[in-house]
């Protein structure tokens, strides 16, 4: 009787134990396929934020080579502004990520020379943009988006000022697409108060 009920216990904990093998094999099998699924959904995510999309397609409009008028309002809205001509083009980098602007033309009789990135940040759902040029130091970034008629792009950011010795001032970047052969940049200054302006106006034109 003794040697049946040791028999019978020897027996219950062998089972136990490879019941409990088998759940900690089966738990385990579970926590090694968890991370393989959570990295599968996340380099998904990745992909689709990397990938150009349909922000991407509303900047073809912008690409190509342009003939450049800018004025600028140097002493303020009450006073005619400066006008000068210049050259720009637009091209896609990137595998189609960022459109590059680079022009050239004259500011205050020297050369001058600018570069810009735009693009749309997938993420943010937002357009960005990165302006530098050769008569500066600093960058200049804004982001927006496009109004409903994708007809007028909108970007707010912040410059700095070194003449006035102001920094930070917020700014807005408005692009009005007129025609697949013509756009109107313009740059408004004191942006959310009663004295904004318009500071800078670039008028381009499709080269033939």
Known sequence: MKLR???FTI????????????????????????PNADMQEMMKKFMEVATPGEGHKLLEPFVGKWDIVTRMWWEGPN????????????????????????????????????????????????????????VGTAMYTGEGKFDQSNKVMTLFGKMDDCMLEERDKPVKYVTRIISKDKRVFAIYD?????????????????KP
């Open 190 to 206: 004191e942006t959310g108060s009663p004295n904004e302006y318009k500071a800078v106006e670039i008028i381009y034109t499709r």
């Open 79 to 134: 006073k005619p502004p400066s006008e000068t001509k210049g050259v720009s083009e637009r091209r896609w980098v990137l595998d189609g990520r960022f459109l590059l602007e680079e022009s050239s033309g004259h500011m205050m009789g020297m050369p001058f020379k600018s570069m810009s990135f735009l693009g749309f940040d997938n993420y943010k759902k937002k357009y960005v943009v990165s302006y530098l040029d050769s």
């Open 11 to 34: 027996a219950i904990a062998g089972a136990l134990a490879l019941s409990i093998g088998r759940t900690d094999a089966q738990e385990k099998a579970k926590s090694d396929a968890k």
């Open 5 to 7: 009920m040791l028999l």
